[in-house]
Nanobody
Framework: VQLVQSGGGLGHPGESLTLSCTVSGFALSTHYNYLTWVRQAQGQDLEWVSSIYSINDATYYADSVKGRFTISKDSAKNTLYLQMNNLQPEDAAIYYC???????????????????????WGQGTQVTVSS
């Protein structure tokens, strides 16, 4: 299994960026999984951002991004997305996609994670928000 990320970069407050995470090794359309975006700001712990169930497309968001970020997937491309609108300086971080949780899954509020909470991780992509 591999998760390969793309997208991100520099955005200004109020602007939008999109992250992609292309999955190989299992099919999003048929393999039950809890696909997740996680971010890590400089000097901070891993923060859960959003998740989507691969089979029924149920979505979940952290309070800090609810209403601004949208998680989605394209089963034909086997790719997970994170559309980030109305970017704020506090959104600056390295963003990771992750799959196959090893235990309880985050689904609401504000939660911090460990690398061991998911079996597979993307390589990470930097998002910078600066005016």
């Amino acid at each position: 299994v591999q998760l390969v990320q793309s997208g991100g970069g520099l955005g200004h407050p109020g602007e939008s960026l999109t992250l992609s995470c292309t999955v190989s090794g299992f099919a999003l359309s048929t393999h039950y999984n809890y696909l997740t975006w996680v971010r890590q700001a400089q000097g901070q712990d891993l923060e859960w951002v959003s998740s989507i169930y691969s089979i029924n497309d149920a979505t979940y968001y952290a309070d800090s991004v609810k209403g601004r970020f949208t998680i989605s997937k394209d089963s034909a491309k086997n790719t997970l997305y994170l559309q980030m609108n109305n970017l704020q300086p506090e959104d600056a971080a390295i963003y990771y996609c992750a799959a196959e949780p090893t235990g309880a899954v985050p689904a609401s509020g504000s939660q911090f994670l460990r690398r061991s909470d998911f079996r597979y991780w993307g390589q990470g992509t930097q998002v910078t928000v600066s005016s």
